[in-house]
């Protein structure tokens, strides 16, 4: 069938796209490259991957490509599963013949509720999705179908049985060479890397236990399930040879240094071809490895660090002691990694107290640049169902994790630390992370390199202020 892999519009105005771990409207505008859409893509000949938001398309302008193809699959997720359900209402109404479904973890984990939602999805896919799609995409009866759940003829709901999770990553083909494809390379961009960069995957899940994460408890696991270091190699050169105007590669696993002799392998192929590039990593990698890795062209690690209290890491399996992490921190500063911290407010066990401390703590690693979210309680992840338990949600266990103007909520309110409090807590977060003398001169002597970042952060200077008066509202 003629296929259509679609990041639908916002009506919200949400940025991230399909990569992203939630969907909002973000404190600098930035986008994250399509990869779960990319993927199958890459398995179904003569595709397309369309991502709406990141291509600024209005609502009718993506029917209008959507109805000229037979098959359209919708990325979504909790957030912005509401409006995209409406979006293939809509489509259905444009073209009633055409075949919808939707992929993502909201769907994998609700797969029942989200075909009862809106009779204009025809199916939905649990587990790795990247083959059913394709089978979906060939006309293969949907009965016969693993991971798929459908609605059949009649009206009723079919749950097929569970797809087996891919233990051969390197079966998956390329996604670079869709990218170049289907997408404008310069619509993605965030506060941290170059621009414009590139992320890919080298592997799918993580061993690591964290209650609050969304993608190994819904769709990708907990064993790290790796592609060989020369596969991994062979497309970052493709990529250098084929995209010449990527600055930066972004290695995208939940935990990239998981498996350090790998890291290291990969690192060493890196620096061969001369490639700048960043990736994610917990806050444990020992000196040797984060040498290796600098070495060889390594500029940036994405860190979760999540909270400066060490019960509260305890409380959500973070498998991480803030002594580790403040040597780590030490290490990065020692051999020039700069390092993107991500922070959660409203974590179990946190307490107005708890919060002064992880503020104090960012300001002490004093990462370049930070991310502070709200703690979401993902349908599907441990710490839902605490907080179903617990009685932490609002009332009727109604998720509300963002705004109608599109800014993150607190979910989950505690009787000691209210919703508003944690909310606003947040802001202030921020204040005092950045407005800090060392901190403003930072990032003043950041843009004085060159007239390209002087630009680039006078225009995130003027989001992430944006940011905070719509947060203060």
Same mark, same amino acid.
């Given at each position: 069938?003629?296929?259509?892999?679609?990041?639908?519009?916002?009506?919200?105005?949400?940025?991230?796209?399909?990569?992203?771990?939630?969907?909002?409207?973000?404190?600098?505008?930035?986008?994250?490259?399509?990869?779960?859409?990319?993927?199958?893509?890459?398995?179904?000949? *003569?595709?397309?991957?369309?991502?709406?938001?990141?291509?600024?398309?209005?609502?009718?302008?993506?029917?209008?490509?959507?109805? @000229?193809?037979?098959?359209?699959?919708?990325?979504?997720?909790?957030?912005?599963?509401?409006?995209?359900?409406?979006? /293939?209402?809509?489509?259905?109404?444009?073209?009633?013949?055409?075949?919808?479904?939707?992929?993502?973890?909201?769907?994998?984990?609700?797969?029942?509720?989200?075909?009862?939602?809106?009779? +204009?999805?025809?199916?939905?896919?649990?587990?790795?999705?990247?083959?059913?799609?394709?089978?979906? +995409?060939?006309?293969?009866?949907?009965?016969?179908?693993?991971?798929?759940?459908?609605? !059949?003829?009649?009206?009723?709901?079919?749950?097929?049985?569970?797809?087996?999770?891919?233990?051969?990553?390197?079966?998956?083909?390329?996604?670079?060479?869709?990218?170049?494809?289907?997408?404008?390379?310069?619509?993605?961009?965030?506060?941290?890397? #170059?621009?414009?960069? =590139?992320?890919?995957?080298?592997?799918?899940?993580?061993?690591?236990?964290?209650?609050?994460?969304?993608?190994?408890?819904?769709?990708?696991?907990?064993?790290?399930?790796?592609?060989?270091?020369?596969?991994?190699?062979? %497309?970052?050169?493709?990529?250098?040879?084929?995209?010449?105007?990527?600055?930066?590669?972004?290695? *995208?696993?939940?935990?990239?240094?998981?498996?350090?002799?790998? +890291?290291?392998?990969?690192?060493?192929?890196?620096? #061969?071809?001369?490639?700048?590039?960043?990736?994610?990593?917990?806050?444990?990698?020992?000196?040797?490895?984060?040498?290796?890795?600098?070495?060889?062209?390594?500029?940036?690690?994405?860190?979760?660090?999540?909270?400066? *209290?060490?019960?509260?890491?305890?409380?959500?399996?973070?498998?991480?002691?803030?002594?580790?992490?403040?040597?780590?921190?030490?290490?990065?500063?020692?051999?020039?990694?700069?390092?993107?911290?991500?922070?959660?407010?409203?974590?179990?066990?946190?307490?107005?107290?708890?919060? @002064?401390?992880?503020?104090?703590?960012?300001?002490?690693?004093?990462? =370049?640049?930070?991310?502070?979210?709200?703690? +979401?309680?993902?349908?599907?992840? !441990?710490?839902?169902? @605490?907080?179903? %338990?617990?009685?932490?949600?609002?009332?009727?266990?109604?998720?509300?994790?963002?705004?109608?103007?599109?800014?993150?909520?607190?979910?989950?309110?505690?009787?000691?630390?209210?919703?508003?409090?944690?909310?606003? @807590? =947040?802001?202030?977060?921020?204040?005092?992370?950045?407005?800090?003398?060392?901190?403003?001169?930072?990032?003043?002597?950041?843009?004085?390199?060159?007239?390209?970042?002087? #630009?680039?952060?006078?225009?995130?200077?003027?989001?992430?202020?944006?940011?905070?008066? /719509?947060?203060?509202?």
């Amino acid at each position: 069938m003629k296929t259509l892999f679609l990041q639908a519009p916002s009506y919200d105005g949400f940025d991230g796209g399909a990569g992203s771990r939630y969907q909002a409207k973000r404190e600098v505008r930035s986008f994250w490259y399509p990869t779960w859409l990319a993927q199958p893509a890459a398995l179904v000949p *003569d595709s397309r991957v369309l991502d709406a938001t990141a291509d600024g398309l209005s609502v009718d302008a993506a029917l209008d490509i959507a109805s @000229q193809y037979e098959l359209v699959v919708i990325h979504t997720s909790t957030p912005s599963f509401p409006t995209d359900a409406l979006f /293939a209402q809509d489509l259905r109404k444009r073209k009633p013949s055409l075949l919808i479904g939707m992929v993502g973890a909201k769907v994998a984990v609700d797969p029942h509720n989200s075909l009862t939602a809106t009779e +204009a999805i025809d199916f939905v896919c649990r587990e790795e999705f990247d083959f059913t799609c394709k089978e979906i +995409a060939e006309g293969k009866p949907f009965a016969q179908i693993l991971g798929l759940s459908y609605r !059949t003829p009649d009206g009723s709901i079919e749950h097929n049985e569970a797809r087996p999770i891919l233990e051969n990553m390197d079966e998956l083909p390329f996604v670079a060479p869709i990218y170049k494809r289907d997408l404008t390379i310069k619509n993605y961009f965030n506060g941290y890397l #170059k621009h414009p960069y =590139l992320s890919l995957y080298t592997g799918r899940g993580c061993r690591s236990k964290c209650t609050f994460c969304l993608w190994p408890q819904t769709v990708g696991g907990h064993r790290y399930r790796v592609r060989s270091v020369e596969n991994v190699l062979e %497309e970052v050169k493709w990529i250098r040879d084929n995209m010449p105007e990527v600055k930066e590669i972004m290695f *995208d696993d939940d935990t990239f240094t998981d498996f350090k002799p790998r +890291a290291e392998e990969i690192a060493r192929g890196m620096g #061969k071809l001369g490639v700048t590039w960043s990736c994610n990593a917990k806050a444990n990698v020992p000196y040797s490895t984060l040498k290796i890795m600098r070495e060889n062209g390594l500029r940036l690690l994405l860190v979760g660090y999540e909270s400066g *209290d060490d019960q509260i890491l305890l409380n959500v399996k973070k498998g991480l002691r803030t002594d580790i992490a403040r040597r780590f921190a030490q290490d990065c500063r020692t051999l020039g990694i700069k390092v993107h911290g991500t922070f959660i407010l409203g974590l179990p066990g946190e307490t107005p107290e708890t919060i @002064q401390k992880t503020i104090e703590y960012a300001k002490e690693i004093n990462p =370049l640049t930070i991310q502070v979210s709200l703690a +979401a309680p993902y349908p599907g992840t !441990t710490l839902y169902n @605490q907080a179903v %338990e617990n009685g932490w949600l609002a009332e009727n266990k109604v998720i509300n994790l963002v705004s109608k103007e599109g800014v993150q909520l607190a979910a989950i309110g505690y009787p000691h630390l209210s919703r508003d409090e944690m909310y606003h @807590q =947040l802001e202030n977060f921020y204040k005092r992370f950045y407005f800090r003398p060392s901190k403003i001169w930072e990032i003043l002597r950041e843009m004085l390199t060159s007239w390209d970042m002087m #630009k680039r952060r006078l225009r995130e200077g003027v989001e992430f202020f944006r940011f905070l008066r /719509a947060h203060e509202a």
